[in-house]
């Protein structure tokens, strides 16, 4: 009896054993192999909450076959790195209606141009084909009323991508990444880093809603592209532009406020918030890489003249040297040197953008409390900027005390003062810091942070190229250039921004623009020939004539056919005592006691029912202008004299405009202080600041229109001296 009653116990601890080996087994084999996962993704796992399971199921799929160890590198690769890139992107579902809708354009779309050349799409019977299709969907468009995306966020998940991408959205990409590595001539070629970089990741920015995998964007743009093994590369993106483009123009205004996470590319951008160059640009490179082209994203950190910065694409060195390019609108051009002709641009530093960290950027190098600015503290930026443009390394003395390990050049930024642009780690035991990228001819602020607070290490400077220095630059330094630190001066200024090259150079071209009238015999009589370059601001042109014309004409020379006027108003004497006047536009007031007008004059109004050639040069908005205009022309309903015509070339409207309030800031103990706490109000086209500091670094900002503003000084003769133009 005992010995039975031994079995019996035995065998139920066998049971409850095998039943808690059972129970466990789940946690077992959830535990178990996290030991042999790369230390990032074990990160990247207890970051994504609830999602872990959805990453271990994709990396499980390429687990069990050891035929699949590249694969799984990739997904290690792809996993690892999603926590470098937090932006918010919950599930997106369009209106199903919506989705049909757009596929039967694209569909339609496609059979006008299914296997025709970017060069063929844009030769006239197609052109008029796709008019044609863009006159239907815009009327089926207006018909049509479609529910707006269904944006998804589950739990306290927050949207985050970490926690929300699916493991069948990266087994789809990863698929398709290494059917490309067996069968695209430049995916093959890539080594297995290059490959991940360019072809594995899916995305580099964090800045939209991103629903396509590379398998469906391969699937949607391959008939659009053609073999992309066989076309020059810049056949496929010639294709890839014309395809956005084309249904950007068919489509037109997006109908929704959220993203769809992919159609909103092909709706005209402006309806489309916030979808700006980096969107493009993250299209662009997901889009191509998907279907075989490797390609890059850049960005430039801030401009050398206005706001803002710009994210274009670049190719895989290993295809050459070619110039990085605008997506959907521009292609890449042969550089026929080291680094690009960029005209006008004024690129401040070009960062490389990568899905994993890089090494030698701030986030790399700094100390482990120090705080970055916000525009470099990407962990995957890259400088590459001497890949572009031609860079020095510049060594400046370091002299204060600080825990950081970096330091900071800045330059100018009408939105904020000054922007930092470049980095460089301190040498504290030699007191200085080398700057290894930067670009002369630029204006440089030096900077540090305690804290999150802006400090300055030396005073301004320009850094000039100079072909006779062993270093190639030399230095413009900006200080107090008086004794006096108490001196003062009246300060008249009519400017914000200097006049740029290009308006300069269009205002250069309207010399031999002619002025002729028409009499009712239909005889043209030549009144004038413009033989002098006019100034960007209203001005008088006499006729000297005292004959009635119709039909009055303004045109433009046959060198330069461009009528670029931006302003113009026929002008004749009070004294004729016409019906058809109003007052004219008072011509500028550049200086204290200057007469705004000739009160004897008063503005002929054209006929309203003629229709009039160059019409925008009538609104009297100086931003607007006659596009590819010869001439204007006014027609009137009865012979009159004119005597006078008062235009204005277009310019960029950057001188002093009343009643625009105005701000003058100066450049002292290290930051921009303001001469004045209260904006002053323009009454004309100037504004005069009375016993303003000397000899100092200024900047006008003018706080109720445009963006355009650059630091200056001020010459000896009271003038106006802008940095870059009139200071080299």
Known sequence: MKSKKRAQISCLFLIVCTVMMLAAAPLMAQSGPEKNYPTGVLK???????????????IAFYSTNPDNALKLKAVYYLIDNLKWHPGYHPEIRPDPNF?????????????????????????????????????????????????????????????????????????????????????????????????????????????LSFRCSGKDLNQFFTKYLGDVNTNDFTETIARYNTTVLNLRDILGKYPFEARTGFEELF???????????????????????????????????????????????????????????????????KKNGPFEKIEGAGLMNLLRIHYAPQQGNPASLKNKDEYIPDNLSDPCIEDVTERTLFTVKLPLDFTKKTTNNLCYLA?????????????????????????????????????????????????????RYDSTKNEKYSFRYFENASSDTNATIDLILTKKFPDKPRMVKLAEDLVGTTIVGYDENKHIDTLYTLDYVP????????????????????????????????????????????????????????????????????????????????????????????????????????PQVITTIRFE?????????????????????????????????????????????????????????GIEELPFIVDEKGRQQFIYFDIK
Not at 275 to 285: L, M, V
Not at 290 to 311: D, R, S, W
Request: net charge neutral.
């Open 99 to 207: 989705t049909n809708f757009f596929r039967t354009t694209d569909s339609l779309y496609y059979c006008i141009v299914k296997g025709k050349t970017a060069g063929q799409i844009a030769e006239q019977p197609v052109k008029s084909e796709i008019k044609k299709l863009k006159k239907y969907i815009q009327d089926t468009l207006r018909k049509c009323l479609f529910a707006d995306p269904e944006i998804i966020v589950t739990g306290n998940q927050g949207g985050e991508e970490i926690k929300t991408i699916k493991a069948a959205f990266l087994i789809s990409h990863i698929e398709n990444a290494f059917t490309l590595r067996a069968t695209s001539r430049y995916v093959k070629e890539l080594s297995f880093e290059d490959f991940c970089e360019y072809t594995i990741a899916y995305r580099l920015l964090d800045n």
């Open 411 to 463: 330059t100018f930024s009408s939105a904020t003062g000054i922007v930092p642009v470049t980095w460089a780690v301190i040498n504290k035991k030699e007191q200085r810091a080398v700057f290894q990228h930067v670009i002369p001819d630029r204006l440089y602020f030096p900077v540090y942070y305690v804290g999150e607070e802006i400090r300055h290490f030396g005073a301004p400077f320009l850094l």
């Open 535 to 638: 100034q960007p601001y209203l001005q008088d042109i006499k006729l000297n004539n005292k004959k009635s014309y119709k039909t009055y004409r303004v045109q433009a020379p046959a060198a330069h056919p461009h009528l670029n006027i931006s302003k113009i108003e026929f002008l004749t004497e009070s004294t004729f005592f016409y019906k058809n006047i109003n007052p004219p536009s008072p011509l500028p007031v550049l200086a204290p006691g200057v007469t705004d007008s000739i009160k004897s004059l008063v503005r002929v109004m054209e006929d309203p029912d003629q229709k009039k050639r160059g019409g925008t040069a009538y609104d009297g908005n100086t931003d607007t202008a006659p596009h590819d205009y010869s001439s204007i022309t006014i027609t009137l309903n009865e």
């Open 267 to 333: 709706f005209l951008p402006k309806n489309v918030g916030g979808f700006d160059c980096f969107n493009e640009a993250q299209y662009c490179y997901a889009t191509l890489n998907a279907c075989g082209l490797p390609l890059g994203i850049q960005h430039n950190t801030a401009y050398q003249m206005v706001q803002g910065k710009h994210a274009l694409c670049n190719l895989h060195p290993d295809l050459g040297a070619w110039a990085r390019f605008n997506p959907a609108f521009t292609l890449p051009v």
């Open 44 to 58: 990247s796992l207890a970051m994504a909450g609830t999602n872990r399971s959805e990453l271990e199921k994709a």
């Open 649 to 705: 070339p277009r310019n960029a409207n950057n001188g002093i405009v009343p009643p625009n309030e105005y701000l003058l800031l100066y450049w002292d103990n290290d930051k921009w202080n303001f001469f004045e706490e209260d904006p002053q109000i323009a009454e004309y086209n100037y504004v005069l600041f009375k016993n303003a500091p000397k000899n100092k670094l200024y900047w006008l900002k003018n706080i109720t229109a």
